[in-house]
């Protein structure tokens, strides 16, 4: 399927190697997350952790329940404000900024709890991913030309056509005006996704996309992810407790453990950390 008014991002920048993986490209570090340290009080969330992202990897955050895997993904995106530590993204370093300012640099989240509005339909849900994207303001909007086509409608209605362009991507046609909240859990979860694809972020943040996803759902989020990887040139970084989707789908994967990184590599080289198999691999949590 072929999505030509969808803009792809360049999969790699000047100086882009050649991965293992097949004829994919993985580019530069453009996220770099450096001696971040985040407490609640007296309780340490997070104790100086450092790694980085390329372009155009599937980058996995990984860990048992209470990690602070979660708590990364809140300090890269600003929901959570770090005490120590910096973050830069494509060499613009931030402290304190806050989610708004993170989503308009080129950063898009999903979250495991979904925040989706149950009673509007898909279409407008996804439609709330354009709002960074809307440049007509409110006035214009609402003196629309009833003679003909002003600049508010025209914008709208180039939105509304990428939006159907996600929808199609995302397989869910059959479901564009329907409530989402009527939804089965798993395309509700990729209502969510979508969403987050109508902001044309350069990097997705995925809070486990699969959560309670029966095998046939994971099946399917797993090729969107990797399509997006592929075919929008998106840099992914998520959380996922399934190790069976982790290790088919990332090209590299941190691991936390009470809020400190004991393992960096690729999914053999995880896979075979006796520190990870310890705290997580050959543990039951």
Known sequence: MRHD???QHESGSAGAADTATGQKKIGEVILDVHNISLRFGGVKALTDISFNVR????????????????????????????????????????????????????????????????????????????????????????????FGIGGAQKEEEQHREFVEHIIDFLEIQAYRKTPVGTLPYGLQKRVDLGRALAMEPQMLLLDEPMAGMNLEEKQDM????LDVNDEFGTTIVLIEPDMGVVMDISDRVVVLDYGKKIGDGTPDEVRNNEEVIKAYLGTSH
Do not use: W
């Open 5 to 7: 008014t969808m803009n």
């Open 55 to 146: 372009e155009h990897e599937v980058r996995a955050i990984i860990g048992p329940n209470g990690a602070g895997k979660s708590s990364m993904l809140n300090c890269i995106n600003g929901v959570y404000q770090p005490q120590e530590g910096s973050i830069t993204f494509r060499g613009q370093t931030f402290k304190h900024m806050n989610s708004r300012q993170v989503a308009e640099m080129g950063i898009a989240r999903t979250f495991q709890n979904l925040a989706l509005f149950k009673g509007m339909s898909v279409i407008d849900n996804i439609m709330t991913g354009r709002n960074l994207r809307i440049k007509s303001n409110l006035f214009s909007q609402a003196f629309r030309n009833p």
């Open 222 to 225: 797993s090729r969107f992810i």
